[in-house]
């Protein structure tokens, strides 16, 4: 029978490594570069911003693929352009949905036979 045994600080060592950063950052690179190859623009005609952001305040490497424009949030909305990009790259983006609205139901009241 074989035994193993999790290295915790070894993995945790790796999860921060800059090799692991670095790697992180080539696939937010090319993330980025599929979004700016949409071709979006913003209202007064210039490309969408899009920005790499390393996340600082985690226990891991991590990296962002960023729009810091308040219409952002629209367009991701609108078109998924962060989605769509991360899926063409072979991943997965998570980030904020948006909120179910909770629906009011209307009770039915039966009706008086008379």
């Known amino acids: 029978m074989v035994e193993f045994y999790r290295d915790s600080a070894g993995i945790a060592e790796i999860l921060k490594s800059d090799d692991v950063r670095d790697l992180l950052r080539l696939a937010a690179h ?3 570069a599929d979004v700016r190859a949409q071709g979006h623009i913003v209202e007064d005609g210039s490309p ?3 920005e790499v952001q390393d996340e600082r305040n985690t226990d891991r490497a991590g990296v962002s693929v960023v729009i810091p424009h ?3 949030v629209g367009m991701e909305a ?3 352009l962060l989605k769509r990009a991360a899926a063409e790259n072979g ?3 998570k980030g904020f949905r948006k909120p179910r609205r909770s629906r009011k139901r209307k009770r039915k009241r039966k009706r008086r036979r008379t």
Do not use: E, F, N
């Open 70 to 72: 308040p219409s952002g």
């Open 30 to 32: 090319l993330v980025a």
């Open 48 to 50: 969408l911003p899009v």
């Open 91 to 93: 991943m997965s983006a």
């Open 78 to 80: 609108k078109y998924g």
